[in-house]
């Protein structure tokens, strides 16, 4: 898979179970059998991506949500969808 930029339609892979942990989301991934956790940042991100969304529109809902700058927000965000990408978390459309 090509490196996620702001353009991709990612969305979550449909083999990972997630649950909430106090603000905390732990997930797993069934075919893999591997385990991941992800803070509040990152269960918001999780829970934007149910459907296909546009990585700059997700960046941008985050923006107004956190305000965070958007050079900030979007390197961040990119490293974590690149990185949930490489161990099968997310999908492309």
Not at 37 to 64: H, Y
Request: proline share 3%; glycine share 4%; hydrophobic share 45%.
């Amino acid at each position: 898979m090509n490196d996620i930029i702001l353009e991709s339609v990612v969305h979550r892979a449909d083999t990972v179970m997630a649950s909430p942990v106090d603000e905390d989301l732990i997930m797993m991934d069934i075919d893999r059998g591997m385990y991941y956790a992800l803070n509040t940042v990152g269960s918001s991100i999780w829970e934007r991506l149910a459907q296909p969304l546009k990585v700059v529109d997700l960046c941008t809902q985050l923006q107004q949500y956190y305000q965070v700058d958007p050079a900030t927000c979007e390197a961040h965000v990119l490293a974590l969808l690149n990185d949930m990408a490489a161990n099968g978390l997310l999908q492309r459309q």
